[in-house]
């Protein structure tokens, strides 16, 4: 197997999957209906202010999109790893190695160095980030689920 091994995306549910979609739907759409909205209902525009909608419309209508659609892909992903773990998971058993601290971001935590195995697919050694917890030390083992086919993984 030479994929590199790679954590699943958090689980969300199919009422949580529409709820985020929807909001990433809505993101998409206020630039192009305010420059609808300010061409065909608004009051008669000057070429400068017509060009300085347009650029404005074009800059924000952009933005929403091209986060709207990393934000849509992301939902799809979750979703699609939780059925390919669903699907074809295993049961394996994830032993940590090593615990270093984690200050990236707003949530601070511990990185983990994983060593997990199971039945039907090679041992492989990967990293993961999980909230502060004193029961995670050296030595000790977690749950996980993994794709035997690709790595895909998952610790409980």
């Known amino acids: 197997m030479t994929n590199t091994p790679r954590e699943a995306e958090s ?3 199919p009422i ?3 709820l985020c979609r929807l909001v990433f739907l809505a993101i998409c759409l206020p630039g192009p209906i305010l420059l609808i909205d ?5 009051p008669p525009l000057s070429p400068k202010e017509f060009w300085g909608l347009l650029a404005g419309d074009l800059l924000v209508t952009a933005a929403g999109i091209g986060f709207g659609v ?5 939902v799809t992903r979750s979703r699609r790893d939780a ?3 669903a699907v074809a998971g295993v049961d394996a058993t994830a032993e940590i190695l090593t615990v270093a ?3 990236g971001g707003e949530d601070p935590g511990l990185e983990l160095r994983l060593r997990i195995s199971g039945p039907g697919f090679a041992t492989f050694e990967a ?3 999980r909230p502060d ?3 995670l030390r050296p030595g000790a083992a977690l749950p996980a689920v993994v794709d035997p086919a690709d790595r895909l993984f998952r610790v409980g």
């Not at 990393?70 to 992301?74: K, Q, S």
């Open 83 to 85: 059925r390919r773990l």
């Open 16 to 18: 949580g999957a529409l």
């Open 11 to 13: 689980r969300i549910g």
């Open 38 to 42: 300010a061409l065909k209902f608004g």
């Open 127 to 129: 990293d993961t980030i």
């Open 70 to 74: 990393f934000g849509w892909r992301l």
């Open 133 to 135: 917890d004193p029961a």
């Open 101 to 103: 601290n984690h200050l």
